[in-house]
């Protein structure tokens, strides 16, 4: 079955530190991979996603992440992390046709900045 | 960009009455929707997905007959949770289905008293 997992339900680093959150996936066929940032009592924002083009892929707020197909995982960095970025952050995959399929979520991470 | 207007964000209700839930796509017509209930700390689940004219198709375990759902144009879509009771309190949120993305609505706070 296909899935998403999240490792690490929450992640706490120093302003200014390495942010990585990490995703791993399973999938019989190529995956559409999506990372959200959702902030207390909102809705999700796109952060970035792969599409099966460059597996380098960089999004909004200095953040990106690599698609590795052989580890399956498609794990979130940002090279410093900002107060703003405390929040939290789902890594989601679909296998339909990149917009008519169910999206599947994973578990989410709690990033948590520290001063 | 692409914008979902979710309405309302907030909304009290009491025991057995029924709530609507509107998810508005603005500069996009939206063929698929999708709807998802969010508990607190918890990810994203979906309830149902449905497109412009033809009936939702439901997640395994979510009661149609309690959420019901309307896809009638390609810009509105609505939500409406039948005669509901305090374990229906909850997050809920719509998403409209683009072309190698996902749009979200901001999310709707349903507080069953």
């Known amino acids: 079955a296909q899935s998403v997992t999240q490792l690490g339900s929450h992640v706490s680093v120093s302003e200014g530190a390495l942010v990585l959150l990490r995703c791993n996936y399973s999938?019989?066929?190529?995956?559409?991979l999506f990372w959200y940032v959702q902030y207390p009592n909102q809705g999700l924002q796109l952060l970035l996603k792969y599409t099966s083009a460059a597996t380098l892929v960089k999004g909004i707020n200095g953040f990106e992440a690599e698609f590795k197909k052989s580890e399956t995982s498609f794990h979130l960095t940002k090279p410093s992390a900002h107060m703003s970025d405390a929040a939290e952050y789902f890594c989601a995959v679909t296998f339909g046709s990149g917009n008519t399929g169910k999206l599947i979520f994973g578990q989410g991470t709690t990033l948590q900045v520290k001063p | 960009g692409a914008v979902v207007s979710q309405h309302p964000s907030r909304v009290i209700c009491k025991s057995g009455t029924s709530v609507k839930i509107e998810c508005r796509s603005l500069d996009f017509q939206a063929t698929t929707m999708f709807w998802y209930r969010q508990f607190p700390k918890q990810s994203l689940m979906l309830m149902a997905t449905s497109n412009e004219g033809s009936k939702a198709t439901y997640e395994q375990g979510v009661e149609k007959d309690k959420f019901l759902i309307n896809h009638a144009s390609l810009t509105l879509s609505t939500l409406t949770v039948t005669s509901a009771h305090p374990e229906d309190s909850s997050f809920y949120i719509c998403?409209?289905?683009?072309?190698?993305?996902?749009?979200f609505g901001s999310g709707t706070r349903l507080t069953v008293v």
């Open positions: 998403s409209a289905g683009q072309l190698y993305g996902y749009t």
């Open positions: 999938s019989s066929v190529p995956p559409y």
